[in-house]
């Protein structure tokens, strides 16, 4: 047996490390404001405008996204082990690796109805606006800033709420996944379907090829999600026009070396789908600058710069485990 075979059984009983489709910046706190016991398992809209509508709506308690991307080479201090081990050659290669491995793992029972979904997901900005928030702000606030997060695997308001076709509750999610086809082509098409925004129904038209990606990483901020569904799952990611795959590891919000599947959001950037490069688990997301740019808005607000390399969101999922009560811990 192979060390790194032998690597991924010795943590196969560990928990998961595992993004709700989170918003920018101030897009991610007035989500909150509105309801932030309703994961963002959604497609995102615009969030170039978001951010400046944002702006009326919290002020200038949300600071915009300034951190830039760390341009050294992860290579240098990632595991060994696992970088060794990982083809990062193409997103054939890396993903068709991830399906491999999971297709071998046992698939666990579906959780329990009464059960909960335990999520912990670092997010440096989000956490950095909520300090530099004023206080008599804060105090108005239903919620305070945690990483921690419990959502009800089934949550039957939330599935009879069609006020969010995008939505989808663990239970949903887990079902919808289990219920994919094989084929590629076959499960994007089912997946725009279950995820309609950008189809111009409920929202701006976008091309097959985007619609099919912001569908799949929706989904693929669910938790859990059985490895045989995730695996027929990366194998359709691969396919579609536009993904990339970084040829090294790179490091996440929470400091991990994680893969990072890529696509052009637009032309001024570019969003990252993080993975474990252990047990494939998803680990988080970011989208990044790529193109230096100013974005106007309303009349009266200022217009918002975008520098190549700003982050304009950066979430790295540490922790994600089914438990049998909110509060609990793994």
């Known amino acids: 047996m192979d060390e790194m075979t032998r690597l991924r059984e010795l943590r196969?009983?560990?928990?998961?490390?595992d993004r709700a489709t989170l918003a920018p910046g101030r897009e991610r706190l007035t989500d909150a404001i509105e309801g932030r016991s309703r994961r963002t398992l959604r497609l995102r809209a615009d969030w170039r405008i978001a951010s400046l509508g944002a702006v009326v709506a919290i002020t200038?308690?949300?600071?915009?996204?300034?951190?830039?991307?760390?341009?050294?080479?992860?290579?240098?201090?990632?595991?060994?082990?696992?970088?060794?081990?990982l083809?990062?050659?193409?997103?054939?290669?890396?993903?068709?690796?991830?399906?491999?491995?999971?297709?071998?793992?046992?698939?666990?029972?579906?959780?329990r109805s009464d059960q909960w979904i335990y999520l912990r997901e670092e997010n440096p900005e989000q956490e950095k606006q909520w300090k530099e928030m004023p206080a008599d702000i804060r105090k108005t606030m239903p919620w305070s800033y945690s990483p921690d997060s419990w959502i009800p695997?089934?949550?039957?308001?939330?599935?009879?709420d069609e006020s969010d076709t995008d939505y989808r509750t663990a239970r949903e999610s887990y079902r919808i996944a289990a219920g994919l086809p094989e084929d590629p082509e076959a499960l994007l098409a089912e997946l725009r379907k279950v995820f309609p925004?950008?189809?111009?129904?409920?929202?701006?038209?976008?091309?097959?090829?985007?619609h099919s990606f912001r569908a799949l990483t929706v989904l693929l901020q669910s938790?859990?999600?059985?490895?045989?569904?995730?695996?027929?799952?990366?194998?359709a990611l691969a396919t579609i026009k536009g993904i990339g795959v970084t040829d090294h590891l790179i490091r996440d919000a929470g400091g991990r070396q994680v893969i990072a599947v890529t696509r052009a959001?637009?032309?001024?950037?570019?969003?990252?789908?993080?993975?474990?490069?252990?047990?494939?688990?998803?680990?988080?997301?970011?989208?990044?600058?790529t193109r230096t740019h100013e974005v106007t808005g309303p009349e009266?607000?200022?217009?918002?710069?975008?520098?190549r390399g700003d982050i304009l969101l950066d979430v790295a999922r540490t922790r994600a485990a089914v438990v049998d009560a909110k509060g609990q811990k793994p």
């Open 223 to 235: 938790y859990p999600l059985p490895p045989d569904a995730l695996a027929r799952i990366y194998r």
């Open 153 to 160: 695997y089934d949550d039957k308001a939330a599935e009879n």
């Open 87 to 111: 083809d990062l050659s193409s997103p054939a290669a890396a993903l068709g690796e991830a399906a491999d491995y999971l297709e071998r793992q046992e698939v666990p029972p579906e959780p």
């Open 60 to 85: 200038a308690a949300a600071l915009f996204v300034t951190q830039i991307v760390d341009t050294s080479d992860p290579r240098q201090s990632g595991p060994a082990t696992v970088a060794g081990d």
């Open 300 to 307: 009266g607000i200022e217009p918002i710069a975008y520098q």
């Open 12 to 17: 196969a009983d560990a928990p998961v490390p």
């Open 265 to 289: 959001y637009d032309r001024n950037t570019r969003s990252e789908i993080f993975i474990d490069p252990v047990d494939y688990s998803y680990a988080g997301q970011r989208d990044v600058v």
């Open 197 to 210: 925004t950008g189809d111009g129904s409920n929202g701006p038209r976008e091309d097959k090829d985007a």
